[in-house]
C-alpha cells in the first residue's frame, strides 16, 4: 500500500511563490504516474500537473508557464515549483500516483489515479 504524504503549503501574497512536496513510501516507485491535483471550496478537484514514468510533464493551461512538476526517484519525492501564484491558485493540493502509467498515453483524469495524499493547504491574497 503506498502512502502519500504532502508538505510545503502556506500563504503567499500574489506573484510570490512556494514549493510542495510529498513524500512517497510503500512502495517501488517505477512505473507510476505521479501527479498534483487542487480543489478550491466549491469546486471539483482538477489536474495541476502530471510527470509520467519515463519523465515527461505535462501541465493544465491554467498553470503552464508559472509551475514546475519534477521528482526524485532515490529520495521518492515529488515537488511542483509554483511562482507568480494568484489568488486564483487558492486550494487545496493533492498528491497522486497513478499505476499502470496511463499518463503516457495522455489519460490523467482523477478516476485513474489509484493513492492519494491527504492534501497541503495553499492560500494565495491578492
Known amino acids: 500500500q503506498m502512502q502519500l504524504v504532502e508538505s510545503g503549503g502556506g500563504s503567499v501574497q500574489a506573484g510570490g511563490s512556494l514549493r510542495l512536496s510529498c513524500a512517497a513510501s510503500?512502495?517501488?516507485?517505477?512505473?507510476?504516474?505521479m501527479g498534483w491535483f487542487r480543489q478550491a471550496p466549491g469546486k471539483e478537484r482538477e489536474g495541476v500537473a502530471v510527470?509520467?514514468?519515463?519523465?515527461?510533464?505535462t501541465y493544465a493551461d491554467s498553470v503552464k508557464g508559472r509551475f514546475t512538476i519534477s521528482q526524485d526517484n532515490a529520495k521518492k519525492t515529488l515537488n511542483v515549483q509554483m511562482n507568480s501564484l494568484k489568488p486564483e491558485d487558492t486550494a487545496m493540493y493533492y498528491c497522486?500516483?497513478?499505476?499502470?502509467?496511463?499518463?503516457?498515453?495522455?489519460?490523467?483524469?482523477?478516476?485513474?489515479?489509484?493513492?492519494w495524499g491527504q492534501g497541503t493547504q495553499v492560500t494565495v491574497s491578492s
Open positions: 510527470i509520467d514514468s519515463d519523465g515527461r510533464a
Open positions: 510503500g512502495y517501488s516507485y517505477s512505473g507510476y504516474c
Open positions: 497522486a500516483a497513478q499505476y499502470p502509467d496511463y499518463c503516457r498515453r495522455g489519460y490523467w483524469g482523477l478516476i485513474t489515479f489509484n493513492y
